[in-house]
């Protein structure tokens, strides 16, 4: 996400003739899409992607399975595990 953020604000000072981004060749101004797109590849193909939504689908069902066990009184809220 940060290279499109990176990119379009480069774009943007491009087309707005913003020194000394105006002077840039267009190769330099669009790089940080091309790194998004590398970024995207890397992510799927090595598995991060579908790892972090599944760490974060674990946290979800953990914090539920905390308020479960509050509400029906089986833990005490006050202690935690550690």
């Keep these: 996400m940060a290279f499109v953020i990176l990119g379009v604000i480069l774009l943007l000072l491009k087309y707005l003739e913003v020194d000394p ?25 090595s598995g991060y992607t579908q790892r972090k939504a ?22 005490d809220p006050r202690k935690r595990k550690r």
């Design 21 to 45: 981004v105006a002077a840039w060749s267009w190769l330099w101004v669009l790089s940080p899409f091309a790194g998004a797109a590398v970024w995207w590849a890397w992510a799927d193909k």
């Design 54 to 75: 599944m760490e974060a689908m674990d946290a979800k069902k953990e914090a539920r399975r905390q308020r479960a066990m509050e509400a029906t009184g089986q833990v």
